[in-house]
């Protein structure tokens, strides 16, 4: 642990100019529970750039633990439209936007086979759903908070969508379910970070992710496993561990492929009582650095080291304590009107 404490402690440890620093935000599986949101991933880097690569539902919870201003986030991505990929979109938009974002909200995603399966789509209705809400907001916190900037792009391409700031992220298509879904790349200072996002094992990702530094990869339970604890026969399990997910036989064989400096697995209930048997399975086929992703877990990579702990964090946290003047000094729309036989009914006015 040289150089780095046993645990990460929010706002103790500043970033080193070359160094990135990953933060798992939810590791689970579509069903969330207290000890795994659902799938989100924090990469911050040295250039004080900070990403979200998604933000299933749960993982704004573990974010404010971090005690991370929202305003810091440079922009967002969306492996896929799942639930548990994009759930926490309301938190990441307006509690941003509460917590002290002065800039629109920016959010990359891919299109799909037709235009309602696609990330503007989402967006577009996810805003429609919450127009009493924002409509609330506007006339109080700054009106440029509310919007968006969505960036969809094409899911069917290997392209480069991000470049700016030394950092390049570029995106290859998925196999899960249907189409549409996307792993990314994302490259800077010499250090490259791929993320599957949810995936059965595909040829794309094994070609986009040569030289990987990281590779975090779609893992499941085992077939036994879900069959002795989550109700499914083996036929159901085995379709959701090889045809949707990655089954842990199969992401050892990934990471075999790949070698990356470190690889992790995650999407799955990690326990005492399942974690030995998915290892042994990845061992199978791989035999280099290997961590079974907790949530709140962090990975600090440079190119002379990769160092995995856990954050700790409290419960009681106040997210954003500081108002910048920019904050409070940008525009506002009109406050929304409220009837008069309300405001007659109101008590102890100042
Ligand atoms: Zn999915
Ligand atoms: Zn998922």
């Known amino acids: 642990m040289d150089g780095y404490r046993r645990y990460y402690f929010p706002n103790t440890e500043a970033l080193a100019a070359d160094e990135v620093r990953i933060i798992a935000l939810g590791t689970g599986r579509p069903y969330m529970r207290p000890a795994q949101a659902n799938s989100g991933w924090l990469v911050e880097l040295g250039n004080g750039d900070k990403f979200m690569f998604d933000f299933g539902y749960g993982t704004q919870m573990r974010f404010?633990?971090?005690?991370?201003p929202y305003q810091d986030i440079t922009a967002y991505f969306a492996t896929h439209l799942h639930s548990d990929?994009?759930?926490?979109?309301?938190q990441i938009w307006v509690a941003s936007w509460v917590g002290g974002r002065t800039k629109p909200l920016v959010v990359y995603g891919p299109s799909g086979t037709q235009p309602n399966y696609g990330m503007k789509h989402f967006v577009e209705k996810q805003r429609e759903s919450f127009a009493w809400d924002t409509a609330t907001r506007v006339g109080f916190l700054p009106a440029i908070g509310e919007e968006v900037e969505v960036h969809e792009f094409n899911y069917a391409e290997t392209a480069i969508i991000y470049d700016s700031n030394g950092v390049r992220i570029s995106t290859f298509p998925a196999i899960h379910i249907t189409d549409g879904p996307v792993g990314f790349r994302l490259e800077w200072n010499g250090l490259t970070l791929v993320y599957s996002g949810d995936t059965t094992p595909n040829g794309f990702l094994v070609e986009n992710a040569s030289n990987a530094d990281v590779l975090i990869h779609d893992t499941y339970n085992t077939v036994d496993q879900m069959v002795a604890t989550t109700g499914h026969d083996k036929k159901g399990g085995g379709a959701v561990n090889t045809y949707i997910h990655t089954d842990p036989l199969d992401a050892g064989r990934i990471f075999a492929m790949v070698h990356p400096r470190l690889a992790v697995s995650f999407h799955f209930y990690n326990d005492f009582d399942t974690a030995s048997e998915i290892e042994k399975q990845i061992r199978k086929s791989y035999d280099g650095a290997l961590a079974l992703a907790h949530d709140l877990m962090v990975i600090n990579v440079t190119k002379a080291r990769i160092q995995t702990r856990m954050a700790s964090t409290g419960s009681h946290v106040y997210p954003n304590t500081v108002y910048q003047d920019a904050y409070r000094?940008?525009?506002r729309k009109p406050k929304p009107a409220i009837s008069e036989?309300?405001?007659a009914k109101r008590l102890f006015q100042k």
């Not at 404010?64 to 991370?68: D, R, Y």
């Not at 990929?85 to 309301?90: A, Q």
């Open 64 to 68: 404010s633990a971090l005690e991370i």
């Open 85 to 90: 990929h994009v759930g926490d979109f309301g």
């Open 329 to 331: 000094q940008a525009p």
């Open 341 to 343: 036989w309300l405001l």
